[in-house]
């Protein structure tokens, strides 16, 4: 059995030095991973360095980063019509590339059957890519996130293969932590945009009337237009018409809106100083019902 030759220190340097520029806080490079692809690149002998994401159900590309960045054929339709072509998908389906472990396109297509494809017609051959070397980084029941290295040349040597097996655990971790802190960074922004909204429409409550923050405050404790009708001894009409003004008051869109502004506001109820007393119309009893009797004190 042939051994395969050990890396340099100085290969393993590098890719220490690209580990640790993944790692490194995004607010100081929010394009190390474009940066890092270009090096890595170049210390493989690659002309073009991409990370993919590949619908494996549909053979669709997904996203793609490239560098250097005018490479992206993501963004053509033509190249999407065609990607499906790509030896990888089949050889994928068929047990030939597994996670983690690099391989090149020249070993799972003669160059003669390469030619034939329009992708490589189309694409490939006028930008001289005659071989790509891959590695699935991360794979799920869906897709397939994978480390791409193309060049001018084909064949692709123990040495190249190692250090792509070597960074590719490194990178799934990084780009996994990366998207994570984007989705919590979204998140906590659109907390923040949710709470100024929030604060903003609190401060309209003391434009609102009597009436309108009675209805209000029976919105919050859960009653429905016809129940807020009764206990105020009002119709409905006029209930719905108190909401439309409040709405625009408050700037909520509809009374699911309202009802969590309110809650998260800690607005759920107006003070019972400030409640107003609603008189019965005339003919009715304040004993008509227990919300009734609730809501007029």
Partial sequence: MAVMPALTSKDLRTVLDLVYALNADERADPNAPLHVLAELGRLIGADVGSYTRVDNHTTRLVTSLVA?????????????????????????????????????????????????????????????TLDQLLCVATLDRRHANTLTFNRSRRG?????????????????QAMDRRARIAALTTSVRKLARHTDRLDEALTGLPSLTPSERAVVDHLANGLTDREIARGLTISPRTVHKHLENVYRKLGAGNRTSLVAMLHQGGAQTVRERDRPRLVPRQGTSSRADPARRSAVG
């Fill in 68 to 128: 250097p960045t005018r490479e992206n054929l993501s963004e053509s339709p033509d190249f999407h019509a065609v990607f499906h072509q790509h030896p990888a998908h089949a050889a994928f389906r068929a047990g030939q590339i597994e996670l983690g472990k690099a391989t090149a396109v020249s070993d799972l297509a003669e160059p003669a059957a390469l030619r034939r494809l329009a992708l490589y017609v189309d694409f490939y051959r006028p930008r001289g």
């Fill in 156 to 172: 692709f040597g123990d040495r190249e293969r190692r250090i792509l097996e070597l960074i590719t655990p490194h990178w799934a």
